[in-house]
């Protein structure tokens, strides 16, 4: 099993910034990607960023040169700057990690709790 932590959500005005945390922990796993997805109420999960084991990333184009995702593998975190936020940013961010365990070649999904991100106009 894998449990993920996230932080930083919270209030915040129109063209503010937030910082989102999230850290992984568990046994004898190994990290294939780590992301970012949010959701409002009535609609699908998308995702934000996500950054894979090797360093790419991937943003979502509402959000690319806003957002920035990075990693740090000793902590097994991954965080997410997001500056010029909107309105529209406001929604519940949810980590996601996808893992291995040792000796499988098999890929685990995990979800974090979800953070609520609100953004004033």
Do not use: H
């Not at 046994?27 to 009535?42: D, K, L």
């Not at 960023?49 to 509402?62: E, K, M, P």
């Amino acid at each position: 099993q894998v449990q993920l932590v996230e932080s930083g959500g919270g209030l915040v005005q129109a063209g503010g910034s937030l910082r989102l945390s999230c850290a992984a922990s568990g046994s004898s796993f190994s990290i294939n990607a780590m992301g970012w997805y949010r959701q409002v109420p009535g609609k699908q999960r998308e995702l934000v960023a996500n950054i894979i084991s090797g360093g790419s990333t991937n943003y979502a184009d509402v959000v690319n040169g806003r957002f920035t995702i990075s990693g740090d593998n000793a902590k097994n975190t991954v965080y997410l700057q997001m500056n010029s936020l909107k309105p529209e940013d406001t929604a519940v961010y949810y980590c996601n990690t996808k893992v291995s365990f040792a000796g499988s070649r098999v890929l685990y999904i995990y979800w974090g709790q979800g953070t609520q991100v609100t953004v004033s106009s």
